[in-house]
T-cell receptor, first 112, second 115 residues
Framework: QKEVEQNSGPLSVPEGAIASLNCTYS??????FFWYRQYSGKSPELIMF????GDKEDGRFTAQLNKASQYVSLLIRDSQPSDSATYLC????????????FGTGTRLTIIP | EAGVTQSPTHLIKTRGQQVTLRCSPI?????VYWYQQALGLGLQFLLW???????NRGNFPPRFSGRQFPNYSSELNVNALELEDSALYLC??????????????FGPGTRLLVL
């Protein structure tokens, strides 16, 4: 079982709709969760982080964390063509071991 | 505020050669992380340096090594290059007293091609 799993996609969403990206992780003790966006040929760009169960909203983005289900998601409201990218879920197992463990990413395409 | 910088942007080497990649963290950041992103594979953690010390190491052979300088910049060295070392090498930095643990910011990367 991979430590961090994402549906590789591609995920196609019409412009203006909600895009939903999902991620599961295997280490129940994981503490910190991150979503990065990576455009083709570019480096990852941090979108959001979340540490506590529940929802965290930042503009059009909402991260959701459910530690009991070992599940974290990212919702993108009012999707724009510029949101087309690969979205990477990353996890830090504990505060002493600060390596980011990444999923393989979900490729999102917003259809105009 | 300037972001993480890396040099060179691109590099072509042949098998068996050695390469050094460089990274300058965001001002005020003391931790530097190195990741490898090979084609078709996810981002893999290589090394973590903090305050000049190696703090953690990923599942890579010893020919991958590095160091961090007193100004917190860092080098990644790869000896005896193999074809499968062809990848995008990413450096990230974070501030130890940042508002959130593990908030790492990435540089633009160095794309290495081994022929």
């Amino acid at each position: 079982q991979k430590e961090v799993e994402q549906n590789s996609g591609p995920l196609s969403v019409p412009e203006g709709a909600i895009a939903s990206l999902n991620c599961t992780y295997s280490d129940r003790g994981s503490q910190s969760f991150f979503w990065y966006r990576q455009y083709s040929g570019k480096s990852p760009e941090l979108i959001m982080f979340i540490y506590s169960n529940g929802d965290k909203e930042d503009g059009r983005f909402t991260a959701q964390l459910n530690k009991a289900s070992q599940y974290v998601s990212l919702l993108i409201r009012d999707s724009q063509p510029s949101d087309s990218a690969t979205y990477l879920c990353a996890v830090i197992a504990n505060f002493g071991n600060e390596k980011l463990t990444f999923g393989t990413g979900t490729r999102l395409t917003i259809i105009p | 505020e300037a972001g993480v910088t890396q040099s060179p942007t691109h590099l072509i080497k042949t098998r068996g050669q050695q390469v050094t990649l460089r990274c300058s963290p965001i001002s005020g950041h003391t931790s530097v992380y190195w990741y490898q992103q090979a084609l078709g594979l996810g981002l893999q953690f290589l090394l973590w340096y903090d305050e000049g010390e190696e703090r953690n190491r990923g599942n890579f052979p010893p020919r991958f090594s590095g160091r961090q300088f007193p100004n917190y910049s860092s080098e990644l060295n790869v000896n005896a290059l193999e074809l499968e070392d062809s990848a995008l090498y990413l450096c990230a930095s974070r501030r130890r007293d940042s508002h959130g643990p593990g908030t790492q910011y990435f540089g633009p990367g160095t794309r290495l091609l081994v022929l």
